[in-house]
């Protein structure tokens, strides 16, 4: 008997059996997604208002960077290597990227396509202590990001 003379001889099992493993499929989905593990809406960040060296914890929604006591903060992404102390590995804002002669048609192109969609700018980042602010659309954002602990995989701390 094949299957699908089973099925004609078995209809009144078949329509709720399709019914409860659909229904189980669907709960399984809700459940994954209701997982705790999930994160939920992040409300707050660090920012730091003296290039990493403090940082403080404020509402998500004042975006990469406010003006804080007569100061400028910016985002301040934190990070634990193994059971060290946190530290501040990155700083973060949006703006206009760099108007460095050497870049790319790719990124020039990439940065008008932006704006002519109506999308925010991209974000720029750096390292405490440095000057130079780095575009997420420039060829050393990757490689910044994987300077922050050289041969250690850190974890990010959140507020």
Known sequence: MGIREFIEKQKRLMVPAVVLITGACAYSGW?????TELPGMVERAYYTDDDGKTYFADDVKKGFSFDHDGKT?????VYRSGSGKPFVGLLARTGEPEKAPAASPAVASAIAGR???G???PVEVRKPGE????S???REYQPLLQSIAPGDSPDIVLP
Not at 73 to 77: E, K, M, P
């Open 73 to 77: 903060a910016y985002r301040a992404f």
């Open 31 to 35: 459940r994954s997604y209701r997982s």
């Open 131 to 134: 000057t130079k602010w780095v």
């Open 136 to 138: 997420s659309l420039r």
């Open 115 to 117: 704006k002519s969609q």
């Open 119 to 121: 999308l925010p700018p």
